[in-house]
């Protein structure tokens, strides 16, 4: 009777470390990305003022991220919708000019940043960031050539899913 007590306390350790594990990957961490990857932000080339947009537009950025800028003799801005059209630096929602200012991305919706060293953002140096709602996060999405594809958390969530209905099998094929 004691040894099928205590397989069956340990078979309840099993499952317990499991589904603590399992919590464990089902929630995806926030990440870090830095803005320009190696270029940093500073004022793009002539011909390629567009290059922190086309580097926003590639990230799928969500509730929590933060936004790394790495810069020198320069400063960051959030700024509304029409001070970014305008590069208009007089109003910022936050402003920052330590030179590795990092930002957190605290709801969905758009954020949009400029440079506040004169003349910068009208040569490029602005960014819009797109942030997806946990509606979006949670919802399946099309891949560019039109499949449907699972977002990451889904399938993390089905693969706990499938491990606990085994151990849980497991446990009850030994009472």
């Known amino acids: 009777m004691a040894s099928h007590f205590s397989s069956f306390s340990t078979h309840i350790v099993v499952l317990a470390l499991i589904l603590f594990s399992s919590l464990q990957l089902s929630r995806v961490s926030s990440f870090d990305y830095q803005v320009g990857e190696k270029l940093g932000w500073v004022v793009p080339p002539a011909n390629d003022s567009k290059v922190y947009n086309d580097w926003a537009s590639e990230k799928r950025f969500k509730i929590g991220d933060t936004i790394?800028?790495?810069?020198?003799?320069?400063?960051?801005?959030?700024?509304?919708?029409?001070?970014?059209?305008?590069?208009?630096?007089?109003?910022?929602?936050?402003?920052?000019?330590?030179?590795?200012?990092?930002?957190?991305?605290?709801?969905?919706?758009?954020?949009?940043?400029?440079?506040?060293?004169?003349?910068?953002?009208?040569?490029?140096?602005?960014?819009?960031?797109?942030?997806?709602?946990?509606?979006?996060?949670?919802?399946?999405?099309?891949?560019?050539?039109?499949?449907?594809?699972?977002?990451?958390?889904?399938?993390?969530?089905?693969?706990?899913?499938?491990?606990?209905?085994?151990?849980?099998?497991?446990l009850a094929s030994h009472i």
């Not at 790495?70 to 000019?97: A, G, L």
């Not at 949009?112 to 709602?133: E, L, N, P, T």
């Not at 099309?142 to 977002?151: I, L, P, Y």
């Open 68 to 170: 790394r800028f790495k810069y020198r003799k320069d400063s960051v801005m959030e700024v509304n919708e029409t001070d970014y059209k305008k590069c208009n630096s007089t109003r910022p929602n936050f402003f920052s000019n330590t030179g590795n200012t990092v930002f957190t991305l605290d709801r969905s919706g758009y954020f949009y940043f400029i440079s506040g060293a004169s003349g910068h953002c009208d040569k490029g140096q602005r960014m819009i960031v797109k942030v997806m709602s946990l509606q979006d996060q949670n919802s399946p999405s099309s891949s560019a050539d039109g499949r449907r594809f699972v977002m990451h958390d889904q399938v993390v969530n089905v693969v706990t899913f499938q491990v606990l209905l085994f151990a849980y099998h497991v």
